[in-house]
């Protein structure tokens, strides 16, 4: 019986890790933490398979130093961690699952949004610091308030069903735009990015990262915005610009920032975030 490895390169489910087991011609190999690229290469020599998720880099090298592997599985939504068009020369075979983590990813977002307008996070450190200072942490109420959702596919969709359940008033911009979901929920589009920023009093990012999303949300975006605006990102860390995110959130022009992404991952101690 032929054997075929699969090296399992980011941290998944156990029951993803048995179900790969119980096929008698699989050979599972789980290495975590390559992210020095000469080391993933190394344990990719005999790979048939590699599985990721968003914490390491499939690059040209990792992928030329495999000359048995035949595809590339990323548990998760995108592909930007992996070098498609290296991969796509091989011929190997790259796969994601975009509906995996739908539903989980909007409440996500959605808890996030809820924490900011509240001030759950700032009100509750000072409960543990043995301080009670409850009219400083007076909310706000997302009802009623405008919201732009940054990419309507199944996330950003699922994003502005909730919103609407909430009383908010959701609009779109993607340049994939699903007519009859638009039309089913009542979300209107915008017209351009610019009127999606200035009528927002909350923004919600839903996009894959590409040359044209990397820092869209920087200095002169910002400037364009409502004064206050509270942003939320579950998308790709690199969407937004640290130090511009930063610099806004001090000055107090963006009211908060929400999100479970950064552009470096683990953040360095002395990250701006």
Not at 235 to 253: P, Q, Y
């Amino acid at each position: 019986m032929a054997r075929y490895q699969i090296l399992v390169a980011d941290p998944i489910s156990e029951k993803g890790i048995e179900l790969l087991q119980s096929e008698p011609s699989f050979e599972v190999v789980v290495n975590l933490g390559l992210k020095q690229e000469a080391d993933f290469a190394q344990a990719a020599a005999g790979a048939h398979a590699i599985i990721v998720r968003s914490g390491v880099k499939v690059t040209a090298k990792v992928i030329e130093a495999a000359p048995n592997l035949k595809a590339i599985g990323r548990a998760g939504v995108g592909v930007d961690n992996i070098d498609v068009p290296a991969a796509s020369k091989r011929g190997v075979v790259v796969m994601n699952t975009p509906g995996g983590n739908t539903i989980s990813t909007a409440e996500q977002a959605f808890t996030l949004m809820m924490a900011l307008a509240r001030k759950t996070p700032q009100a509750h450190a000072t409960i543990i610091e043995g301080r009670w200072d409850r009219k400083k942490f007076q909310g706000t109420e997302v009802f009623g308030k405008t919201l732009a959702v940054l990419g309507m596919g199944r996330i950003g969709a699922e994003f502005a069903k909730r919103a609407k359940a909430f009383g908010m008033h959701p609009i779109g911009y993607d340049v994939f735009w699903d007519e009859a979901f638009a039309a089913t929920h009542g979300i209107p589009r915008a017209a351009a990015l610019a009127d999606l920023f200035r009528e927002a009093d909350y923004i919600s990012l839903h996009t894959n990262l590409t040359p044209e999303t990397r820092d869209l949300v920087r200095a002169d975006t910002i400037a364009a915005m409502k004064p206050g605006v509270i942003i939320l990102n579950c998308a790709r860390g690199e969407i937004v610009n640290t130090a511009d995110m930063a610099a806004a959130l001090e000055s107090g022009r963006v009211r908060g920032y929400g999100t479970d992404v950064l552009d470096a991952e683990p953040p360095a101690a002395d990250h701006p975030l």
